[in-house]
Structure formats: structure tokens, C-alpha cells
């Protein structure tokens, strides 16, 4: 009993085990699976940068963001990307909250147009923009007229970079307000609350995370933005475009130092926001 039909007990018995102990030792585990996945995905990150810092060594980064146009290209950027960041939040927020509550026509469309800044190259959406606030446009030209050029500007870098990185805001925090239990937002009306109140003591609080989140990707997107912000506002110039024109002019050396600042910036905002978010939460 319990062996093959016409076999050994015996010899089923150790089939048995040996298909068991075969069992147990394959890698057939999701978490496994996705241990081994993710990490070469993760290696494929931590490579390129780990041979990047490296290369620095041999770079005398010091001296060179003291260059003049290194730190004006630094200005630039901690200049329009905090502006783009707070422009895409003040009217990003809004819009997430219409989409995940609001049922209209044309909502549809109006999710593909949110999207649409994140497939079409960023060279084309400069050029789409260059289409309305070009110098020759009648836009352009009346802003011009009254001495606020719209190109080759900082508002042409701010414009730059929320129109390509003002999206993110407004799916991430789309997402967050999804999370949230409509019940929740009931129970509060039910309580006396205006729908104003319900969405700022109740819905954005509990949304914070992804609010905050959507906050960090907008503005690590605008401050890295080129393609658009090259099209739109060659100069002056951000700290993408100085890294450019510094690959083109002298080699992948001299890039060095401005994009560590870069990353260096990019990070000290992902931690800050995590403390901050963190902070909050034990509250």
C-alpha cells in the first residue's frame, strides 16, 4: 500500500521521498523569484553608479563647481524647480482629487491628456510648447512686448519643466486619493463638515504619503529635465543642459562634478521629504 501499482513499498516509498525532497528544493517560490529578478534589475542601477563614483576620484571636483557657470547652472535649477514643483502641487492636487472623485464626460480624455507629457519625448514637448509660447507665436510675442520673454528665460525653464514633470504629481497623488475609503469622507459629512473640510482634515491627510511622494518625483523630474527645457530655454542654463554642453565641449570627465551635485540634491530632497514623512506619521 502507498507504493506504485504492481511495485516495491519500498522503492515507491523512496520515489516518493526523493520527488518530495525535489519539491523543496526548487526555487518555484515567488519571493524567491522576485529576489532574483529584482536583484539584477537592482544591480543594472547600483553598476553604472558605483563606476560613476569611482570615476570621480579622478576628478578634481572641488575646483570645478567653483567655475562660474557651473554655479550659475546650479542657481538655475534650485531656482525653477521648487517654482515648477509648487506650480504642478497647487494645480496637480486639484486635478487628482477631480479624477478620482469626479465622474464627467470627457473624463476619459481628460486621463490621456494627463499622460500625455509622460510618452511623448521631452524634445517634443518642447516643441509643442515652442508652438504657443514661441517668441513669434501671439503669446510669445505680447509676452515679449511687455519685457516677459517666455523663452530663454527662467519662466521659460519653469515652463519646461511642469509640463513635463507636473504629470507625476497628478497620477501619484490620483493614486493616493484612490486609497483613500470613501466612507471615511461620509462619516465626516454625516458629522457636520463641509466638503471642504471632509478633503482637508480627512481625505488630503490620509493621502499625505502619495501626495508627498508625487511631490519628490515632480521635483527630481524638473530638475533633471533637458529635452524640453533645451527646446524652450537654452539659456540660462540648468544643470542638465550645462552637463550637456560640458559631454559636447570637453568629454564625459568633465560632467562629473556638476552631475554629483545633481545627485547629491536629488538625494538630500528624497530623504528630507522620508524624515518629514516619517515625523508625520508618529504624530
Excluded: C
Aim: aromatic share 6%.
Amino acid at each position: 500500500m502507498g507504493g506504485l501499482p504492481g511495485g516495491d513499498p519500498a522503492v515507491s516509498s523512496g520515489v516518493g521521498s526523493f520527488g518530495a525532497g525535489l519539491k523543496r528544493t526548487t526555487p518555484s517560490h515567488p519571493l524567491a523569484i522576485s529576489v532574483v529578478l529584482g536583484g539584477l534589475l537592482l544591480a543594472y542601477f547600483v553598476v553604472p553608479l558605483v563606476a560613476f563614483l569611482a570615476r570621480a576620484g579622478a576628478v578634481d571636483v572641488a575646483g570645478e563647481l567653483t567655475d562660474p557657470v557651473v554655479l550659475e547652472a546650479i542657481g538655475t535649477s534650485l531656482v525653477t524647480a521648487p517654482i515648477s514643483t509648487a506650480i504642478a502641487t497647487v494645480f496637480g492636487v486639484p486635478l487628482a482629487y477631480a479624477l478620482s472623485r469626479g465622474n464627467f464626460r470627457g473624463k476619459r480624455l481628460v486621463e490621456v491628456l494627463v499622460l500625455l507629457p509622460l510618452v511623448v519625448p521631452p524634445v517634443v514637448g518642447g516643441a509643442m510648447l515652442l508652438t504657443v509660447v514661441g517668441r513669434f507665436t501671439p503669446i510669445g510675442a505680447a509676452a515679449a512686448s511687455l519685457g516677459v520673454p517666455l523663452t530663454d528665460s527662467h519662466l521659460g525653464v519653469i515652463l519646461a519643466q511642469t509640463f513635463v514633470a507636473a504629470p507625476f504629481l497628478v497620477v501619484t497623488a490620483r493614486a493616493g486619493f484612490d486609497e483613500v475609503d470613501e466612507r471615511l469622507e461620509e462619516a465626516a459629512r454625516t458629522m457636520g463638515y463641509s466638503p471642504l473640510e471632509t478633503v482637508r482634515l480627512v481625505t488630503l491627510p490620509l493621502s499625505r504619503t502619495a501626495i508627498a511622494a508625487g511631490i519628490v518625483l515632480t521635483f527630481v523630474r524638473a530638475i533633471g529635465e533637458f529635452g524640453a527645457t533645451m527646446m524652450v530655454a537654452y539659456n540660462p542654463r540648468t544643470m542638465p543642459t550645462r552637463i550637456w554642453v560640458s559631454f559636447v565641449s570637453y568629454g564625459l570627465d568633465a560632467v562629473v562634478p556638476i552631475a554629483l551635485a545633481l545627485l547629491a540634491i536629488t538625494l538630500v530632497v528624497v530623504l528630507a521629504v522620508q524624515v518629514l514623512i516619517g515625523t508625520y506619521s508618529s504624530h
